[in-house]
């Protein structure tokens, strides 16, 4: 079939509303936010599906023409997972944002998979209920994009990844099929929960078109300090004594390393709430039950922590402007663009206990390497998540050899190249580097099973398997 | 290859140590827990392998023979998903009974999967940690049973099923590949995450050897109340109170229905907290983070629910033994040999809002079959999850026929017809009832993909593809 018949069949199946085709193409649709640019291809055509039936519709032909299929949410991905091949065709979320019921006895919001995670949340919210992802691209990025990504951000010590936030999908296979398990139940072990293939799976497996997304109950309290401390000895002290007296409530530990601290400041332009000459600083938060006897609790916390010689100064914040002004500064240490650029961005994860001696060794590794590196450190360190900018005076930036640098530390600590950002096509290369040759066959083995032609969003992630 | 040199090749090697068999085995292997006996096989040999290399070893000379391989730990299932096949080998886990990690910083513990459940909750809590699974056969059962099944238990609510409590997991597959995935953080997307492919499906996909198990904060208090309400409408209200003003410490809310709260009563031989007459029983806990104050706000919670005319009847527990007490009269819900023999017990999954309807129709559905059918109903309502004993005069019990009229309601309502207890050999027969058509071809290519050959756990959860 010639490429014009194919775009007719197309047509002819979606309807002209819902196709766009060649050189009509958005150009939009050529890439995500992901920095390093990944090379790109040209859409052959793009598809705005509103139903799983249109999914399968696209689907049926292009596995029967073997034509590749890219799945698209808000294009918020930071490791090229959405970036389309050549010829390939785009299956555009954005038009299925259909809430489709909130059931506040079950706790579950059933909803399309192109709705943006920020819809979500406030209609969560209007009913009473919580739902507990959180990330900066919410008014952006779809639910179905964070379901592909397994989604983390700022609450995952207490909530957990998107993964954990969703009982039942719709999902339409490689050939078509339509998969409908829309659980609604906490307790489902009726078989294999097959849903675990279309989550942080990326478009390889699958194409998700409904989720049943599971609420929580609102906290009733917030209370959060900025602490400083002596080094990473000291963090972790901290973190023992916050686990151990929050009793399950601590909500967010988020580390940053002085540098950063620094780097953050100037770019706001104001003093941070704690001064400099600390070895790092840490932001605690706790979401409970009861404002006055919480936060009585949190002081007393805080308290202890001086006396126990843990904490050198701290701020505990008496407000909600206290309490946004010490996220405005870890946030701050987010965006490279402002504190770090040009620089090389990493999301990786190492074993908590470790990570100081971990931050060391990258230091030191990219001193020896380039005399004038830079580089800043900062996390959600309970997590194991740490985010680190590099910034080496070589023009072009030699990505490539900082990245081996970095990964390279991060396969010593037994740690991961990917904690919540995704493979992509960005990280493909450096997938090995934490995790074993077996596994990576048995990643493939699933692919070929799934998608045994492999039109599903090629290349990213892991290679097919070869004959 | 005959018999005796297949067993040869066994005893050579494991070691004598760690083989028995035909006529040595231990008549224990042949079945597990389930009252409704499946029909079991008689194993060719018993294999107490000592690590992944060993049980690595009896899977590639198993799958060079094409000889079934049953996995057993405690033998504590419901589901008879342990139950032998003539002539397999049986991989017994007890040996491997390591606590090799306790990682109090990560807040993980790296466990063999022969270790009981009690086991792993002692070490937790000599860490200043809590595992928090919980089940009666917590003594008994292994690890790896608690994560080839899912296990759920008592702490759902809160803390999540087995599968939200493991990092990593070390696997053995179909060909004997050693997968080692030990991750230790709580953020990792390096590629698919495979661990999901071994839990909750009964040892038909692998073998898990070792895992890294998630450790969580101890909670610092606890508040139980017994209540008594008009009805199930009644029972919703009370969860939505609780929900929205516990604000996410709530962690059991247990809904007995009036006739098995009596039948309970009675089996103790002493007067339950709260006199009969109503319409539900429900027992509310709460986990905090500081005693005196939650008490006092889960007080105040209760004093509302009377105001609002939520609860008829309520008791606070003053003290452990009252607590205790509460529930013991739950647990003895759950212990149908003394309250209902002989009966068909279930554990089903239900949309919360509708399992009073649910309840209703299937009292009305089994008398009008039965006239005599006694039936009784309690269950982790907050969860979904509802356990249910039918006993009917006939003799002997017609098990299927009661089995279909409760499972055709469970469908007609979009529930589980496995909460917790998986499918085992039980319930496989019934899988249609909550599963679509494609979900189970799905799972049977996931099947054929990881086990070709049809040698784990054969006639367990899915049959194979068939040519």
Same mark, same amino acid.
């Given at each position: 079939?010639?490429?014009?018949?194919?775009?007719?069949?197309?047509?002819?199946?979606?309807?002209?509303?819902?196709?766009?085709?060649?050189?009509?193409?958005?150009?939009?649709?050529?890439?995500?936010?992901?920095?390093?640019?990944?090379?790109?291809?040209?859409?052959?055509?793009?598809?705005?599906?509103?139903?799983?039936?249109?999914?399968?519709?696209?689907?049926?032909?292009?596995?029967?023409?073997?034509?590749?299929?890219?799945?698209?949410?808000?294009?918020?991905?930071?490791?090229?997972?959405?970036?389309?091949?050549?010829?390939?065709?785009?299956?555009?979320?954005?038009?299925?944002?259909?809430?489709?019921?909130?059931?506040?006895?079950?706790?579950?919001?059933?909803?399309q998979a192109g709705v943006t995670l920020q819809t979500v949340q406030e209609a969560a919210d209007a009913a009473g209920l919580l739902f507990p992802l959180d990330l900066g691209a919410r008014g952006s990025c779809l639910i179905g994009g964070n379901l592909s990504t397994n989604a983390g951000g700022n609450r995952v010590l207490r909530y957990g990844m998107m993964r954990d936030l969703v009982l039942g999908l719709e999902v339409v296979l490689a050939d078509g099929t339509v998969v409908t398990s829309l659980?609604?139940?906490?307790?489902?072990?009726?078989?294999?929960?097959?849903?675990?293939?279309?989550?942080?799976?990326?478009?390889?497996?699958?194409?998700?078109?409904?989720?049943?997304?599971?609420?929580?109950?609102?906290?009733?309290?917030?209370?959060?300090?900025?602490?400083?401390?002596?080094?990473?000895?000291?963090?972790?002290?901290?973190?023992?004594?916050?686990?151990?007296?929050?009793?399950?409530?601590?909500?967010?530990?988020?580390?940053?390393?002085?540098?950063?601290?620094?780097?953050?400041?100037?770019?706001?332009?104001?003093?941070?709430?704690?001064?400099?000459?600390?070895?790092?600083?840490?932001?605690?938060?706790?979401?409970?039950?009861?404002?006055?006897?919480?936060?009585?609790?949190?002081?007393?916390?805080?308290?202890?922590?001086?006396?126990?010689?843990?904490?050198?100064?701290?701020?505990?914040?008496?407000?909600?402007?206290?309490?946004?002004?010490?996220?405005?500064?870890?946030?701050?240490?987010?965006?490279?663009?402002?504190?770090?650029?040009?620089?090389?961005?990493?999301?990786?994860?190492?074993?908590?206990?470790?990570?100081?001696?971990?931050?060391?060794?990258?230091?030191?590794?990219?001193?020896?390497?380039?005399?004038?590196?830079?580089?800043?450190?900062?996390?959600?360190?309970?997590?194991?998540?740490?985010?680190?900018? @590099? $910034?080496? *005076?070589? !023009? +072009?930036?030699?990505?490539?050899?900082?990245?081996? &640098? =970095?990964?390279?530390?991060?396969?010593?600590?037994?740690?991961?190249?990917?904690?919540?950002?995704?493979?992509?096509?960005?990280?493909?290369?450096?997938?090995?580097?934490?995790?074993?040759?077996?596994?990576?066959?048995?990643?493939?083995? @699933? $692919?070929? *099973?799934? !998608? +045994?032609?492999?039109?599903?969003?090629?290349?990213? &992630? =892991?290679?097919?398997?070869?004959?």
């Amino acid at each position: 079939m010639a490429i014009s018949n194919f775009a007719e069949e197309l047509l002819a199946r979606i309807g002209p509303g819902g196709v766009r085709v060649g050189a009509d193409v958005d150009p939009r649709h050529r890439h995500d936010w992901t920095v390093e640019m990944p090379p790109d291809g040209a859409p052959l055509a793009v598809v705005y599906p509103r139903n799983a039936e249109e999914v399968s519709a696209v689907l049926r032909l292009c596995q029967a023409h073997r034509r590749p299929v890219v799945v698209q949410g808000g294009l918020t991905g930071l490791a090229g997972g959405a970036t389309p091949v050549d010829g390939c065709v785009v299956l555009s979320m954005e038009r299925m944002r259909a809430i489709e019921e909130v059931d506040t006895d079950a706790g579950t919001m059933t909803v399309q998979a192109g709705v943006t995670l920020q819809t979500v949340q406030e209609a969560a919210d209007a009913a009473g209920l919580l739902f507990p992802l959180d990330l900066g691209a919410r008014g952006s990025c779809l639910i179905g994009g964070n379901l592909s990504t397994n989604a983390g951000g700022n609450r995952v010590l207490r909530y957990g990844m998107m993964r954990d936030l969703v009982l039942g999908l719709e999902v339409v296979l490689a050939d078509g099929t339509v998969v409908t398990s829309l659980n609604k139940m906490l307790k489902n072990n009726a078989g294999y929960d097959l849903k675990h293939l279309f989550i942080g799976t990326e478009g390889t497996l699958g194409v998700v078109t409904r989720a049943v997304l599971r609420l929580h109950p609102k906290p009733r309290s917030v209370c959060t300090a900025l602490c400083a401390v002596a080094d990473y000895d000291a963090v972790l002290r901290l973190l023992r004594l916050a686990r151990e007296r929050l009793g399950g409530t601590l909500s967010a530990f988020e580390v940053m390393w002085p540098e950063v601290y620094r780097r953050a400041e100037a770019a706001l332009g104001r003093p941070a709430p704690l001064p400099h000459g600390h070895g790092a600083y840490v932001l605690v938060e706790a979401m409970g039950s009861d404002q006055a006897p919480d936060q009585e609790r949190f002081e007393a916390i805080l308290q202890r922590s001086f006396e126990d010689g843990i904490v050198a100064d701290a701020v505990l914040a008496q407000s909600g402007e206290q309490t946004a002004a010490f996220w405005t500064i870890r946030d701050t240490c987010g965006e490279f663009g402002r504190i770090i650029a040009p620089a090389v961005g990493f999301d990786v994860s190492i074993p908590v206990g470790r990570i100081g001696e971990f931050v060391t060794l990258c230091q030191d590794r990219l001193a020896a390497r380039w005399p004038d590196a830079e580089s800043v450190y900062f996390g959600h360190v309970a997590d194991g998540n740490i985010h680190i900018g @590099v $910034k080496v *005076a070589e !023009d +072009p930036l030699p990505v490539h050899a900082i990245d081996v &640098v =970095v990964y390279e530390a991060v396969q010593e600590f037994h740690g991961s190249v990917s904690a919540e950002h995704g493979i992509g096509v960005l990280k493909k290369e450096f997938l090995p580097y934490s995790v074993s040759p077996e596994a990576i066959a048995l990643m493939r083995t @699933v $692919k070929a *099973a799934l !998608d +045994p032609n492999g039109i599903l969003n090629p290349g990213k &992630v =892991v290679d097919p398997v070869t004959a």
